[in-house]
């Protein structure tokens, strides 16, 4: 197959034009859309270098921001993302998105009536737990970030969340599902527990594993109801959380009158995959689910290809998210997952005014690639940290951009994130919906929807169906 990156004459001169010209008039936007009280601080006379320019540009970002003459001075968001490493498609689009957010700020953010200048330094966490919590550290302490912004697995946000409460740094999450980043920083879940608060200086948003049990369920219903189902869960957060006997997949599936085949917990890096396959097949499994990372579903679809094993259904968190990764699969049409975020949701950015059609549309122009879910949550995150800014007066306050956090009820890019109605004490939920990939005549694969339940706005494709072999 083609590389869709090699292929940017697919996209149109009129989608660049409507996609680009939405991220240009952001700054405009973002300043009108400021507070009244904001009306009288004037804009910016003219553009000067804020703060320290190289701490704007992580290594390997773009090149350093110039900020505006700001009359409030220079706030530093930092942001710890998978840039590299197993889990860099959840990083793909961040390039893309921080530099179209920092030309939204280049005019500067208006909040309690001066103007601010906003820097974001954003660093690699390399996929690796230790990392993260290094370069979050890094951030705080040599950079001086007031407020830290983190996504992308709970490999990444547990880590970086730590450092945050322990420097008493606040930190917005998300993209990562609620209950293994709960427990991953200290919360408590149980028949008998009333959920404490993990963390005073974190809010996290993103669906939970109840969402993606109804997501998946609704649609197995159409290929194999009450069938027999193969688990693929790994030995980390994601994995101990989704196999949980408690609030994870195994009680969902028998109650829902599924029959669960789990071969126990695998470390991530596994290559070889026999013993699994075998057991499935042994135990006649028509679905196969789980949580992997790219690298290890493509090591294990390959072999279920070469051994035979051709089940009904095949519906993955983490692996099959994104299109790059899924068109480097052997067979891929057909694999289904969860969808976060799509260019069909009806959301708008409360920062620039962009429908989720436009912004999909501007980073396919701007990259050559096909759209992947985390634009969209990446953009939310920063729409939820600019809106606390602004009712918090600024940075300069802890406790009030902790209480800004907590009465944040904003319709974001990724949905409504209302921290005023919480799962758990400081996390709220986003909808989900469901997917399975299909032929493309513009990409190698594409997306199609077949449930909404969570999300009726969105329209639906068809029903899931079975792989064809």
């Known amino acids: 197959m083609t590389d869709s990156a090699d292929m940017p004459g697919q996209i149109s001169r009129r989608r660049f034009i409507i996609g680009g010209a939405a991220v240009v008039g952001g700054a405009a936007f973002l300043n009108a859309c400021g507070d009244d009280d904001d009306d009288d601080a004037g804009a910016t006379a003219e553009n000067a270098t804020g703060g320290d320019a190289a701490a704007t540009t992580a290594p390997g970002a773009g090149a ?48 309690g009536g001066a103007t601010y200048a906003i820097e974001i330094l954003d660093r690699d966490s390399e996929s690796n737990s230790n990392t993260a919590s290094t370069v979050a550290q890094e951030l705080i302490v040599q950079d001086g970030v007031q407020l830290m912004c983190v996504a992308q697995t709970p490999d990444t946000t547990v880590p970086v969340v730590q450092t945050c409460t322990n420097n008493e740094i606040p930190v917005l999450s998300n993209n990562a599902p609620w209950q293994p980043h709960y427990l991953g920083i200290g919360g408590q879940l149980g028949p008998d527990v009333t959920p404490p608060v993990a963390s005073e200086w974190n809010y996290h948003f993103f669906w939970g594993l109840e969402d993606v049990i109804q997501v998946f369920l609704a649609m197995w219903d159409d290929v194999a109801p009450g069938g027999v189902v193969g688990a693929m869960w790994p030995d980390d957060p994601d994995g101990n959380a989704w196999s949980d006997p408690n609030v994870g997949f195994p009680p969902a599936l028998t109650a829902a009158g599924y029959t669960l085949v789990d071969p126990g917990r695998f470390p991530l890096g596994t290559t070889d995959y026999t013993a699994q396959i075998s057991q499935f097949k042994d135990a006649g499994v028509e679905i196969v689910t789980g949580v ?54 009806p ?123």
Not at 69 to 84: N, S
Not at 299 to 306: E, R, V
Not at 326 to 334: D, L
Request: glycine share 10%.
């Open 64 to 111: 350093a921001t110039t900020a505006p003459a700001a009359t409030g001075g220079t706030i530093k968001i930092g942001y710890v993302t998978p840039q590299t490493g197993a889990l860099a498609p959840f990083g793909e689009a961040d390039a893309f998105v921080l530099d179209a957010l920092r030309d939204v700020f280049a005019a500067g953010v208006a909040i």
């Open 347 to 469: 959301t708008t950015s409360s920062l620039t005014g962009q429908t989720s059609a436009d912004l999909a549309a501007a980073y396919e122009a701007a990259t050559g690639r096909q759209w992947t879910q985390p634009v969209g949550y990446v953009h939310s995150l920063f729409e939820v940290a600019i809106d606390v800014l602004k009712r918090a007066g600024g940075a300069t306050d802890k406790q009030a951009l902790l209480d800004a956090m907590g009465a944040t009820n904003l319709e974001t890019i990724a949905g409504k994130v209302d921290f005023t109605n919480p799962v758990v004490p400081h996390v709220t939920k986003t909808p989900l919906v469901g997917g399975q990939w299909v032929a493309s005549d513009e990409w190698d694969v594409e997306f199609k929807i077949v449930t909404n339940e969570q999300l009726p706005g969105i329209t639906i494709d068809g029903a899931l169906e079975p792989i064809a072999y």
């Open 292 to 345: 992997m990372i790219p690298p290890d579903f493509g090591a294990f679809w390959t072999q279920c290809q070469q051994q035979g094993f051709q089940p009904k259904a095949v519906t993955l968190g983490k692996c099959l998210l994104f299109p790059s990764a899924v068109a480097s699969y052997p067979n891929p049409i057909g694999l289904s997952s969860e969808i976060w975020w799509s260019d069909r949701h």
